[in-house]
């Protein structure tokens, strides 16, 4: 059974840093690119993010280019996002999904399995 599982969400004040794990079972992490999303309250789920299988590229949403870092450890079948410089717009639920095309996706359709979300709050 594959399972995803974030960790690492929290309260954290504007300017702020969290980073955040994906850990991956029941699947060999470095055959898939990897992609985080979000959703806050009352509007759809975004993209935020994406590495390659490899974690040699990687591709980010605008609003979060140049604060925000996905890497990859495949030995640990994890994944992370290094959060910089939070605001409390990226206030949100963040998802990691896992997407087995040959090609790093950035629309939800693109990934084929989810984890439950782990909850990040920014304050001002």
């Known amino acids: 059974q594959v399972q995803l599982v974030e960790s690492g969400g929290g309260l954290v004040q504007a300017g702020g840093s969290l980073r955040l794990s994906c850990a991956a079972s029941?699947?060999?992490?470095?055959?898939?690119?990897m992609g985080w999303f979000r959703q806050a309250p009352g509007k759809e789920r975004e993209f935020v993010g994406a590495?390659?299988?490899?974690?040699?590229?990687?591709t980010y949403a605008d609003s979060v280019k140049g604060r925000f870092t996905i890497s990859r450890h495949n030995a640990k079948n994890t994944v992370y996002l290094q959060m910089n410089s939070l605001k409390p717009e990226d206030s949100a639920v963040y998802y990691c999904?896992?997407?087995?095309?040959?090609?790093?996706?950035?629309?939800?359709?693109?990934?084929?399995?989810w984890g439950q979300g782990t909850q990040v709050t920014v304050s001002s």
């Open positions: 590495s390659s299988w490899s974690g040699s590229s990687t």
């Open positions: 999904a896992a997407d087995p095309s040959a090609v790093p996706g950035t629309k939800l359709s693109d990934y084929y399995y």
């Open positions: 029941g699947l060999t992490l470095r055959n898939y690119h």
